[in-house]
């Protein structure tokens, strides 16, 4: 399967922001979707919905929607709303967040996480297949609910309204568990980041949730996911040089490997550990967990960028990126502020 490229929007800042104009040059260019994800401000389906009317085939997909935010029936029945609405270009990616989001903003308990998952994702295709009414009993979700307080009254439901196609479901982990889980259950893995020459850190893990499968899905119909900034420098532009075009992606790499979870629990720090990168990870960890932030964006080496983002002059993108498209990758997320840089990707990919 050829590598397909997708536009990763992310969240909004203090204001929403929107450019349409770039989601349409990628539209023109061929590619294949466009992303929105969600932290503690904008949603990520709001966004989808507005950029739906000013395209026509490029995928809509959410890289993640938080799981512990909402009910499984209040997200099936979003997705199935906005899959009538796009035409059946809808992408469902899900996701847990972490404990600071799910406890400090959906006031939620970070509590068996993969257990959680697993029986959230089963109603969700449970919904979508319409093969009877929904009835659900496990740790997390009772269907019709039956415990403290129940009124004793509800009955199973089927949702109302019919799937035209089916809808794709992908799992947003950097977790060796996760990567099992969407391997046994979705279409899809979504990863922050990826590096192309070591997929086996990834692959093992999904191929080993994905012998378990029994929907008869073939292996080739199966998503693997990553997002890269994409920053073009000029011959001779060192990365130290660039230092405002770089600034956004090392703290991204810094809050991600520092604070995007505990001291003795970290996802994203765990798969730098064992990708190679295990001394720079510890020492960016404990600058960001000590309030030393932006030591800890220092502490990025440039090794890690170039390995994760395509990130360099034209010449240094064009040899790197010929990497990610000979890996399992199914579709790169690219993230750009430079509008030439849409361009280049697509001109690389053809």
């Known amino acids: 399967m050829a590598l397909q490229l997708g536009l990763m929007l992310g969240y909004s800042g203090r204001h929403i922001d929107i450019d349409y104009e770039q989601i349409k040059q990628a539209e023109a260019l061929g590619f294949d979707s466009v992303w929105t994800a969600e932290s503690w401000g904008s949603d990520a389906v709001s966004?989808?919905?507005?950029?739906?009317?000013q395209t026509s085939k490029i995928r809509l997909g959410t890289s993640i929607m938080q799981?512990?935010?909402?009910?499984?029936?209040?997200?099936?029945?979003?997705?199935?709303?906005?899959?009538?609405?796009s035409g059946g270009r809808f992408v469902l990616g899900l996701g847990t967040s972490g404990p600071q989001v799910v406890e400090g903003w959906h006031g939620k308990p970070w509590h068996k996480p993969l257990t959680m998952t697993r029986e959230y994702i089963s109603i969700v295709k449970n919904i979508f297949a319409r093969e009877g009414k929904l009835e659900f009993s496990g740790e997390f979700f009772d269907i019709p609910y039956k415990g403290e307080n129940s009124k004793g009254i509800g009955k199973p439901l089927k949702t109302m309204i019919h799937p035209t196609e089916p809808i794709p479901i992908h799992l947003g982990s950097m977790s060796a568990k996760g990567q099992e889980i969407a391997g046994e259950l979705c279409d899809g893995l979504h990863l922050t980041c990826m590096i192309p020459e070591k997929p086996e850190v990834i692959l093992d893990n999904v191929k080993r949730g994905f012998a378990k499968r029994t929907d008869g899905k073939k292996w080739e119909d199966f998503e693997i996911i990553t997002s890269s900034p994409l920053v073009i420098l000029e011959p001779g532009e060192s990365l130290d040089s660039a230092q405002g075009k770089m600034y956004g992606v090392k703290s991204g790499l810094a809050?991600?490997?520092?604070?995007?979870?505990?001291?003795?629990?970290?996802?994203?720090?765990?798969?730098?550990?064992?990708a190679g990168f295990e001394e720079e990870s510890n020492n960016i960890q404990d600058l960001f967990l000590s309030g030393k932030q932006d030591e800890a964006v220092t502490a990025v080496t440039d090794e890690m960028v170039r390995t994760?983002?395509?990130?360099?002059?034209k010449e240094e993108i064009t040899e790197r990126f010929q990497l990610w498209k000979e890996s399992p990758l199914t579709t790169m997320l690219i993230s750009a502020q430079q509008p030439e840089a849409i361009e280049l990707l697509a001109e690389l990919n053809a």
């Open 47 to 53: 966004p989808l919905a507005w950029i739906g009317p």
């Open 308 to 313: 994760i983002n395509l990130v360099g002059t």
């Open 255 to 274: 809050l991600y490997i520092g604070g995007m979870g505990t001291k003795k629990k970290n996802f994203y720090k765990e798969y730098f550990a064992r």
């Open 67 to 85: 799981m512990p935010g909402r009910t499984p029936a209040n997200t099936a029945m979003t997705a199935l709303t906005m899959q009538q609405l």
